[in-house]
């Protein structure tokens, strides 16, 4: 089981969308792939469920909500497994090749619980309370390892737009991320952000770890690795991605960070409407025979980029 997780500072670059249709393609390639949603804004809950349907099925209690609130320090971890919902649409569409796309629901109050944990932490004295350290940023990470092992192929989680408590929870749950970004100067100057924000906190996190070293279990230390960079809402012209645009991408190649050469174009006609239909762009019909080829290549670029990553560790 592969963790990735998808993250930027910045809202409205397509984070969410690409968990969606990244998870939804490979799930139906045959894979089991899970997705879950972290922000509070719930645009993924409401990519597969209708307002009306998660307010009587799942509000209550079947959203990630309720299962950090279930946590107790030294209790046994809170099973994910509970959580996990089936969209039936996209899993119709799914289904016979074998794969499915599993969900694990946001709430619009999780911003509540980020205001717990970061309470939990406790601010400046990270060597009086390492025990809560651990029990905050390693939550989720605990949360998969309740999963049966070999039930998925992929876990995809889509992050909030910002490097909050709960995102770093998911950094420290994660193989690898991945970072969409639009081609533009403050998406470019966002990611360089987002970079010195991971090393920091990989820093800190393993600091911490090594004032704990005997802690039983040890600390695993962490070592995200950027899987890379993908632009999405790209503007086209004449078959090729408008020439303004290439100097961000080049900007980004300079970072230091991978890109992809996949880029998701921008079209409003096949993005905008796919919440409502409880299905990713991808699984629908009117998908333009461009849009479809861009979103394979981008998954099979994903797919090998995650081997290969395998492969160096
Ligand atoms: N390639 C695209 N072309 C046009 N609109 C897009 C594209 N990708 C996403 N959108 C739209 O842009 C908005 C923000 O995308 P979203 O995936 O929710 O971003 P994020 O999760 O980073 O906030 C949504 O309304 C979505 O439908
Ligand atoms: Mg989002």
């Not at 990470?141 to 909030?160: E, F, M, Q």
Request: glycine share 8%; proline share 5%; aromatic share 8%.
């Amino acid at each position: 089981m592969k963790v990735v997780s998808v993250m930027n500072y910045k809202g409205g670059v397509g984070k969410t969308t690409l968990t969606a249709n990244i998870g939804a393609e490979i799930a139906r390639w045959g894979k089991r792939v899970l997705l879950i949603d972290l922000d509070p804004q719930a645009s993924l809950t409401f990519s597969f469920y209708r307002p009306e349907d998660w307010r009587a099925h799942l509000a209550e209690g079947r959203t990630i909500k309720q299962w950090f609130e279930a946590w107790r320090m030294d209790g046994p971890v809170p099973g994910l497994e509970v959580l996990v919902t089936a969209p039936t649409v996209a899993n119709s569409r799914i289904a016979h090749n074998g794969g499915r796309l599993d969900l694990i629901a946001s709430h619009l109050a999780l911003g509540d619980v980020e205001m717990d944990l970061a309470a939990r932490l406790g601010g400046a004295q990270i060597h009086r309370s390492t025990r809560h350290y651990f029990d905050v940023y390693l939550r989720l990470a605990a949360g998969l390892a309740t999963l049966p092992g070999r039930l998925y192929d992929l876990v995809l989680i889509d992050c909030p737009p910002n490097f909050g408590v709960i995102t770093r929870s998911a950094v420290a749950a994660s193989d690898q991320l991945l970072i969409p970004a639009r081609p533009d100067e403050l998406s470019t100057l966002g990611i360089d952000h987002l970079q010195s924000r991971l090393r920091r906190f990989t820093w800190e996190f393993n600091q911490v770890a090594d004032l704990q070293a005997d802690l039983r279990p040890a600390v695993k230390k962490l070592e995200p690795m950027i899987l890379g960079v993908v632009f999405t809402m790209v503007q086209y012209y004449g078959g090729q991605p408008v020439s303004a645009l290439r100097p961000y991408i080049a900007q980004t190649r300079s970072l230091g960070l991978p890109v992809f050469d996949a880029m998701l174009r921008e079209s409003n006609k096949h993005f905008a409407g796919a919440a409502r239909a409880q299905l990713p762009a991808i699984l629908t019909e009117q998908l333009s025979r461009e849009l479809a080829w861009e979103l394979q290549s981008l998954v099979e670029e994903f797919l090998k980029r995650i081997r290969t990553a395998n492969h160096g560790s």
